[in-house]
C-alpha cells in the first residue's frame, strides 16, 4: 500500500487527463471477490450500469489489483453503493489510508456466493464476469448482474435536498468526499 502526501488534484496540469476523470465524480462503490484468506476489495467510481436482459455492470479496475485477480479467478463478485458513513472504509479499500488488521477488518462483511457483501451497504450486485480487456491503463470488465438489492435512499422524496444523513451515498469528486 503506499499513501501519497500529496493531493492527487492539487495541480491540474499535472495530468489534464486525471483531472477530467476527477471532475467528473461518481457514487463510490465497493467491489468485493473472493472467500475466506483470499478474499479482496477494491474502492470503484469508474463504472456504469448497462440494461438488458441480462444487465450489465462494467468497470475501470486496476489490472494489477488483488481485486481484478480474485474476480476473474473466481469469476464472481459483488459491487456494494457506499454511504457517506463508509468513507473511511473506501480510503482503506483504495490503498490510501491504513487498515489495521486487514481492511475486512474495519466493517461488517459476510461471505456469500459472489464475495463478501457489507451489511449495510446501501446497496448491492451481485455479478459473473462475462469479459475482460485491457484499455488504456485500466482493465475493462463486463460482469452479467445475477441479483441486485437496494435499501431506500434518504433525501428521495420531492423536494428534499441534499441529504446529510449518515446514509447518504457517498460521492468522490476532484478527490475529496461529499454526499448524495
Same mark, same amino acid.
Given at each position: 500500500?503506499?499513501?501519497?502526501?500529496?493531493?492527487?488534484?492539487?495541480?491540474?496540469? +499535472?495530468?489534464?487527463?486525471?483531472?477530467? &476523470?476527477?471532475?467528473?465524480?461518481?457514487?463510490?462503490?465497493? *467491489?468485493?471477490?473472493?472467500?475466506?484468506?483470499?478474499?479482496?476489495?477494491?474502492?470503484?467510481?469508474?463504472?456504469?450500469?448497462?440494461?438488458?436482459?441480462?444487465?450489465?455492470?462494467? @468497470?475501470?479496475?486496476?489490472?494489477?489489483?488483488?481485486?481484478?485477480?480474485?474476480?476473474?479467478?473466481? @469469476? &464472481?463478485?459483488?459491487?456494494?453503493?457506499?454511504?457517506?458513513?463508509?468513507? $473511511?472504509?473506501?480510503?482503506?479499500?483504495? @490503498?490510501?489510508?491504513?487498515?489495521?488488521?486487514?481492511?475486512?477488518?474495519?466493517?461488517?462483511?459476510?461471505?456469500?456466493?459472489?464475495?463478501? &457483501?457489507?451489511?449495510?451497504?446501501?446497496?448491492?450486485?451481485?455479478?459473473?464476469?462475462?469479459?475482460?480487456?485491457?484499455?488504456? *491503463?485500466?482493465?475493462?470488465?463486463?460482469?452479467?448482474?445475477?441479483?441486485?438489492?437496494?435499501?431506500?435512499?434518504?433525501?428521495?422524496?420531492?423536494?428534499?435536498?441534499?441529504? $446529510?444523513?449518515? $446514509?447518504?451515498?457517498?460521492?468522490?469528486? +476532484?478527490?475529496?468526499?461529499?454526499?448524495?
Amino acid at each position: 500500500m503506499t499513501i501519497h502526501s500529496t493531493h492527487p488534484f492539487a495541480d491540474p496540469h +499535472r495530468d489534464p487527463f486525471k483531472a477530467l &476523470r476527477g471532475r467528473l465524480g461518481g457514487v463510490v462503490t465497493l *467491489w468485493t471477490a473472493g472467500t475466506g484468506s483470499e478474499r479482496a476489495g477494491l474502492t470503484v467510481t469508474s463504472l456504469m450500469v448497462a440494461n438488458g436482459e441480462p444487465g450489465r455492470v462494467l @468497470g475501470l479496475l486496476d489490472p494489477d489489483a488483488d481485486l481484478t485477480l480474485a474476480l476473474e479467478e473466481t @469469476g &464472481r463478485g459483488v459491487v456494494q453503493l457506499l454511504r457517506w458513513r463508509h468513507r $473511511d472504509l473506501a480510503e482503506m479499500f483504495a @490503498g490510501v489510508a491504513p487498515a489495521p488488521g486487514g481492511v475486512f477488518r474495519h466493517g461488517d462483511f459476510a461471505d456469500g456466493p459472489a464475495g463478501p &457483501r457489507l451489511a449495510d451497504a446501501a446497496g448491492w450486485v451481485e455479478v459473473r464476469l462475462e469479459g475482460a480487456v485491457d484499455v488504456g *491503463w485500466s482493465r475493462l470488465v463486463t460482469c452479467v448482474v445475477e441479483a441486485v438489492e437496494l435499501a431506500d435512499e434518504p433525501g428521495t422524496q420531492p423536494g428534499d435536498g441534499p441529504s $446529510d444523513s449518515p $446514509d447518504a451515498l457517498l460521492v468522490h469528486r +476532484r478527490g475529496r468526499y461529499s454526499r448524495v
